[in-house]
C-alpha cells in the first residue's frame, strides 16, 4: 500500500515545499528532506533504476523512479513525453507526483520494462559503466520498449479499466506493451 511508502505525516492537499522555502516555512517541514526520504523509502528507489548507482537524488515522476545525476541527465534528452525528471532535493513536489513515486518505484518498474532482458541476451549497465552505455540502454528500455513483454491479444480497454481502479502499475503495463487504448470505450 501507498502508506508503507510514507513514513512521514503525508498532507495531500498542499505541496511539499523544497529545501529552499522560507524561513517562515521551514516549521511546517515535517524533517529533512521529505520528499527524498519518502521516495527513497519504496521497495528497489535506494539505487538509480537504470544503472543500480546508490544515493539517487533524482526521480522521473511520470515513471516513478528514482534516478542518478547522470540517468536523469540521459532522461531529461528523451523529452518529456517519455520522461519527466525533478530533483528529490532541490524542487517542490505536488503529493501527487510523490505518490506515483511510492506507488510504483523501481522495483516495479523494472519488473516491466526489464522483463525480457534475459530473452534479449541484454545486461544492465552499472554505475560504473560509460554514459554512452548507460544512454544506449536507457534508450532500449524506454524509448524502444525492447525489453518489455508485448500483449499479444491484449484488448485496448484494459489501460482504460486499470486506471478506473488506480492500479498504477497495470497502467504502466499496458502502456509499455504498447496498449494504448485506440478504441474508444465509455469509462
Known amino acids: 500500500p501507498i502508506s508503507s511508502c510514507l513514513p512521514l505525516p503525508f498532507q495531500p492537499s498542499s505541496s511539499i515545499p523544497s529545501p529552499q522555502t522560507p524561513p517562515e516555512q521551514q516549521d511546517k517541514l515535517p524533517s529533512w528532506h521529505p520528499v527524498l526520504s519518502r521516495a527513497l523509502h519504496c521497495p528497489g528507489n535506494r539505487?538509480?533504476?537504470d544503472c543500480g548507482e546508490s544515493d539517487p537524488c533524482w526521480a522521473?515522476?511520470?515513471?516513478g523512479i528514482t534516478l542518478c545525476i547522470e540517468c536523469s541527465g540521459i532522461h531529461r534528452s528523451l523529452g518529456v513525453h517519455l520522461s519527466k525528471?525533478?530533483?528529490?532535493t532541490l524542487d517542490s513536489w505536488e503529493p501527487e507526483q510523490l505518490k506515483l513515486v511510492c506507488a510504483l518505484g523501481n522495483d516495479a518498474i523494472n519488473r516491466i520494462y526489464e522483463?525480457?532482458?534475459v530473452e534479449e541476451g541484454r545486461s544492465k549497465p552499472g554505475g560504473h559503466s560509460s554514459r554512452?552505455?548507460?544512454e544506449a540502454w536507457i534508450k532500449e528500455k524506454y524509448?524502444?520498449?525492447r525489453f518489455v513483454t508485448k500483449a499479444d491479444s491484449a484488448?485496448?480497454?484494459r489501460i482504460v479499466s486499470a486506471g478506473v481502479v488506480l492500479n498504477l502499475a497495470a497502467?504502466?503495463?499496458?502502456?509499455?506493451a504498447g496498449n494504448n487504448n485506440e478504441q474508444k470505450r465509455p469509462i
Open 47 to 49: 539505487q538509480c533504476c
Open 60 to 63: 522521473s515522476v511520470n515513471l
Open 85 to 88: 525528471v525533478r530533483s528529490l
Open 115 to 117: 522483463s525480457r532482458c
Open 132 to 134: 554512452q552505455e548507460k
Open 143 to 145: 524509448v524502444e520498449k
Open 155 to 157: 484488448p485496448a480497454g
Open 171 to 176: 497502467v504502466q503495463i499496458e502502456a509499455a
